[in-house]
């Protein structure tokens, strides 16, 4: 009857705790934003792990947040360690609620999320044929941590994508494509949502590892969304429906939001964004984008080749990729000095209150010619 609550009891109480739960983690996210200060605040935390078989002295190094931001570049080289024994130990200032990329022999081991000060512990196992086998992480967050390091989350390649690309390329609609796609997503972030019902995770941890399965489902979509646009595969759906998911999943699951920055995934998805706005199928959100990024193009061809469309993104995400842009250069040098010295200028005229710029300056070579030529001090901390 209109105007009777016709639920059963059972479902009125399940409804109640759904409710609660829901609300619990809207209002985790808003002290998050409210205690910025904190978040981007770097405590000293103790980082160790444990190796089951020799692989020799090899470097241990850490990508750290700049400001809230992911950024995998951000390698301090002063808190780098070697491994020996098989066996490391380092205490590092690592952002409060930062996932940390751990790079061992230059190359990317694993990421870790660190949300207190906290020890981040961690072995690795390897089976008798000498296969790299898992890892298991001990402290804080080691549940999610697991499960992060051992590739049991939403994972941007393999069967996962492969089953997100079907479902594109098969659904009838863009509604029921969404439906579809959504159940896919729904059961990765059941685990986490249970992990943290159960209070093995924090509402931070849970927030962020959520904030970053979003991203890898709309990388998984990345690919097979721009084969849409570019007519190089076939669809069941119209193109008029294409593009209407396609406004749908960067507006759901929008890599210019805030909620996203800690996020791992996130680089590839703001510069698939920007294509789709250069393209013009997703509407542009700057009036009179300027060229400024994309008159560097040539000098970012291998590090960053799309950089030419970042002008299209928000200021402050543009702020983002370019300091992370930067700071990938001083590890892999691309850049001739000259390139980098007018790349890093127009960076800092732009931005003159930057967190890179003081990372940077710490990282640049320290000679008179490099000083004039920015024509501003540049202040070397020890």
């Not at 990421?111 to 790299?132: C, K, M, V």
């Not at 659904?171 to 439906?179: F, G, H, I, K, M």
């Not at 070579?365 to 540049?378: A, G, W």
Request: proline fraction near 5%.
């Amino acid at each position: 009857m209109p105007g009777v609550n016709s639920e059963l009891p059972e479902q009125q109480v399940f409804n109640q705790y759904l409710y609660m739960r829901r609300l619990l983690l809207f209002i985790l996210p808003v002290l998050v934003i409210v205690f910025n200060d904190v978040k981007s605040q770097d405590v000293p935390t103790q980082v160790s792990g444990k190796m089951d078989k020799t692989y020799g002295r090899y470097l241990i190094t850490l990508g750290k947040s700049v400001n809230g931001f992911f950024c995998a570049e951000n390698i301090d080289l002063t808190d780098s360690i070697i491994l020996q024994n098989e066996k490391f130990d380092v205490n590092s200032n690592i952002p409060l609620h930062s996932f940390v990329r751990l790079n061992f022999a230059h190359h990317q081991l694993m990421l870790f999320y660190a949300d207190s000060a906290e020890p981040i512990r961690f072995e690795l196992l390897t089976d008798s044929a000498q296969n790299p086998g898992r890892i298991f992480f001990f402290g804080a967050n080691a549940a999610a941590n697991e499960l992060l390091a051992n590739h049991l989350l939403l994972s941007a390649n393999g069967k996962t994508q492969k089953e997100i690309e079907k479902i594109i390329i098969e659904a009838p609609s863009a509604v029921a494509c969404l439906n579809s796609l959504h159940s896919v997503l729904n059961k990765f972030e059941r685990i986490l949502d249970e992990l943290f019902d159960n209070q093995k995770i924090s509402g931070s941890c849970h927030e962020a590892f959520i904030a970053e399965t979003e991203q890898r489902f709309l990388l998984c979509c990345k690919d097979i969304l721009r084969h849409s646009t570019l007519g190089s595969q076939a669809f069941t759906m119209s193109k008029k429906e294409m593009n209407i998911l396609i406004n749908h999943l960067y507006t759901q699951y929008d890599p210019f939001d805030k909620r996203y920055f800690t996020a791992p995934t996130l680089i590839s998805n703001i510069t698939a964004k920007c294509i789709l706005i250069n393209d013009g199928i997703i509407p542009p959100v700057i009036a009179n984008p300027k060229d400024t990024w994309k008159s560097f193009a040539g000098v970012f061809t291998f590090i960053v080749p799309y950089i030419g469309v970042y002008d299209l993104a928000p200021n402050s995400i543009q702020h983002y990729l370019v300091g992370n842009a930067l700071l990938a250069n001083l590890l892999f040098n691309e850049m001739t000095k000259d390139e980098f010295i007018e790349v890093y200028t127009t960076f800092r005229k732009r931005y003159p209150a930057s967190p890179y710029i003081k990372i940077i300056d710490t990282r640049i070579p320290r000679t008179r010619f490099l000083e004039h030529s920015l024509k501003v001090p540049i202040i070397f901390t020890k």
